[in-house]
């Protein structure tokens, strides 16, 4: 099958978001007298959401208590949205290559559009996506197709001509539930549960830069 469109998970696919989201779950922590995580413990449930990193950070609340947390844990991150995120080092050329050969690509992420536009200011891209599908852009989200089928239309493809790259078992879901070929970057902010087994993706990548090569190898539209 031809692969005429690559689209991207954002928070630990295409772009490292992970410092910025431990500065400020670990700022909230500390405004309200709770001891701070590790980079790396936070860094691995990145992909899960606000929720889950609030969660983290106070097992113990539940219901309006936690929601009020993730609220203000956002207001931080939404202020120091892009202090560290960069793309991912090794993607750099891979997204030039896909200028250079004008594939179209996008993005397909959980994260709130709000979010998700005010980050994307701050990042140069060789090429502008031609879709950006967030997590509030319609009213289902991965792993639901339907933000797939629609980043698939705006970017002029077929569903089944686009390879969906994620760092979680929801993002293969999502792509195999579109028709899409799918790539796990396992570079990414894996949960601990993950294994080769809830991958049932077409490609592995173990480094970004192996994306970048995959990419260097697709054919021009």
């Known amino acids: 099958m031809t692969i005429k469109c690559v689209l991207f998970d954002l928070d630990g696919t295409l772009l490292d978001t992970s410092l910025d989201f431990s500065f400020a779950l670990n700022r909230t922590l500390k405004d309200f007298n709770q001891p701070t995580l590790r980079y790396q413990d936070i860094r691995k449930v990145v992909s899960q959401g606000g929720l889950a990193m609030t969660q983290l950070g106070f097992p113990d609340l539940s219901g309006e208590a936690l929601e009020a947390k993730r609220q203000y844990f956002l207001n931080i991150y939404f202020e120091n949205i892009a202090n560290h995120t960069q793309i991912f080092p090794g993607l750099e050329s891979g997204l030039q290559t896909l200028a250079d050969k004008n594939i179209p690509w996008g993005i397909v992420t959980n994260k709130p559009a709000a979010l998700t536009t005010k980050l994307l200011e701050f990042i140069e891209f060789p090429s502008t996506p031609l879709s950006v599908i967030s997590g509030d852009t319609l009213a289902v989200r991965k792993p639901n197709p339907e933000p797939m089928f629609l980043a698939a239309k705006e970017c002029g493809v077929a569903p089944?001509?686009?390879?969906?790259?994620?760092?979680?078992?929801?993002?293969?879901?999502?792509?195999?539930?579109?028709?899409m070929k799918t790539g796990a970057a396992l570079f990414g902010y894996l949960p601990e549960h993950a294994?080769?087994?809830a991958w049932p993706a077409n490609y592995f990548f173990d480094t970004p830069i192996e994306i970048s090569h995959f990419i260097e190898n697709l054919q021009s539209n």
Not at 163 to 175: K, N
Request: with cysteine; hydrophobic share 25%.
């Open 160 to 179: 089944s001509e686009c390879l969906y790259l994620g760092d979680h078992p929801r993002d293969i879901e999502a792509g195999i539930n579109a028709g």
């Open 195 to 197: 294994s080769n087994d």
